[in-house]
């Protein structure tokens, strides 16, 4: 499905037609033996009777060849391994015998030939009551799908992992290497055009930003972020039957899987995540709480920063932290932002109160470039005219616009001085909750 980009129905039998026992055959799949460059190469040509829509009127064929560098990853391996199991090459009964194979003089080719009543045999098979494989009985759509979301189980992954996931994956590939639409559809088995826009992930595999900034793009950044891995946690509990090496127990298939959803752990299993996300930034924290490390972080090579944004930093203590610690070489090469930087960080670690009127308006004295000053709301009139009388004092004599905000509930009224921690009248406060105007 990965390479291929095929329907678990296209391989296995699906629900709509059980017991029709058809699928993909080996008498499906040629194993071909090609010499590229005088060394001899495996490859299989994979003939699809089965698609959606093409299902024995059609047959679409696909290539996929040996993988030399990560034998993990080739197909040609394990379909030759599973050949070799099942016995049905003529004359082959042995893996070292393919090395000792060779293209006929005369021909560019060769292609090895099945035992006759292994033709009709389904590659991918069935396990039975006592735990075999069946010889002849083909494994439905909706055991591997259920093999395949406890298979994303015992790996790790946090997100869960579908048939269908493998089939948009490779979606996502034949839109960057196919030239028309004509390939793309025939790699996908659609009959219209628009059907393939439903296989655009929501999580856009572009760099726009770097696009916008015409700097180099982040491919592997941004493909790391969407790839299934960026989810991945070893550390997560896996279930009785995730190790190989134990022995698979009553109410268990072949496989090890449960032979029913076992929902209660996968319950645990998914809330493992948010809890672990938690624990892990709060160990981080208190680790460099107790060993704290210098910051080496890479300066990137930047424009110089518009008076606007050094006036915001200068005031924006957290946002100016942030810029100081990712890009040191911007306090040196602007040297009036980086003491601001710091005498603010004194400011907030020293004050006691931290909405200390006082010193707030200590500060708002030397923002520069106002006309005027317009207040939060508030209900006391008393302490609006003595915080102008203390910006008076300090030297501000910019006018003070009274803040205002129309009250039209009585739970809006109470709601909005918690969070601006200004103070209501006790007898405003009183009468309002009576009702009265």
């Known amino acids: 499905m990965s390479y291929t980009g095929s329907r678990p129905g ?30 001899i190469v495996f490859a299989l040509v994979f003939k699809f009777r089965t698609r959606k829509n093409q299902r024995h009127v059609s047959t679409t064929q696909f290539i996929l060849h040996e993988h030399v560098q990560d034998r993990s990853l080739c197909p040609v391996s394990y379909f030759l391994a599973m050949a070799l199991a099942d016995d049905v090459f003529q004359g082959i009964s042995d893996p070292s015998q393919f090395a000792k194979l060779d293209v006929p003089s005369g021909r560019e080719s060769f292609i090895l030939p099945y035992k006759l009543d292994k033709i009709k045999v389904p590659i991918l098979r069935s396990a039975k009551l006592d735990r075999s494989i069946s010889s002849t009985k083909i494994i439905t759509s909706q055991k591997v799908t259920q093999y395949i979301g406890n298979l994303g189980i015992r790996a790790g992954y946090g997100k869960r992992l579908y048939s269908y996931s493998f089939r948009r994956g490779q979606a996502q590939t034949t839109d960057e290497i196919a030239r028309s639409v004509a390939q793309r559809k025939a790699v996908m088995g659609h009959s219209r055009e628009s059907t393939f826009d439903s296989y655009y992930s929501h999580a856009i595999n572009l760099d726009t930003q770097s696009g916008f900034l015409k700097t180099p793009l982040q491919k592997e950044l941004i493909g790391k972020i969407n790839a299934m891995g960026a989810y991945r946690d070893l550390r997560a509990p896996k279930p009785a039957y995730a190790s190989l090496a134990q022995r698979t127990v009553r109410g268990t298939s072949l496989t090890g899987c449960p ?101 707030l308006i200590e500060h708002l004295k030397e923002k520069v470039g106002g006309n005027f000053i317009v207040t939060q709301m508030f209900y006391d009139v008393d302490i609006f005219l003595n915080w102008v009388r203390k910006c008076r004092e300090q030297g501000i004599t910019v006018p003070v616009v009274p803040g205002t905000m129309p009250i039209h509930t009585y739970a809006a009224s109470c709601v909005v001085p918690n969070w601006s921690k200004c103070g209501i009248l006790p007898d405003w406060i009183k009468a309002a909750g009576n009702g009265q105007e």
Not at 24 to 36: E, M, S, T
Not at 283 to 288: E, G, H, R
Not at 290 to 298: F, G, M
Not at 337 to 352: D, F, G, I, N
């Open 10 to 39: 296209t391989i296995v039998e699906p629900g709509y037609y059980a017991d029709a026992n058809d699928g993909l055959l080996y008498g499906d799949v040629d194993v071909q033996l090609q010499r590229i460059d005088g060394i």
């Open 259 to 359: 032979k029913h959803r076992d929902t209660d752990f996968e319950k645990q299993y998914f809330r493992f995540f948010e809890e672990q996300a938690r624990e892990d930034t709060i160990a981080q924290l208190a680790t460099l709480k107790d060993n704290p490390q210098p910051v080496t972080p890479t300066d990137h090579q930047t424009r110089e920063p518009s008076r606007l944004f050094l006036a915001v930093l200068r005031y924006h203590y957290t946002r100016a932290r942030v810029v100081a610690t990712l890009f040191p070489s911007v306090g040196q090469r602007n040297p009036h932002m980086t003491p601001a930087v710091e005498c603010l960080s004194q400011y907030v670690q020293e004050r006691k109160q931290p909405d200390d009127p006082d010193l």
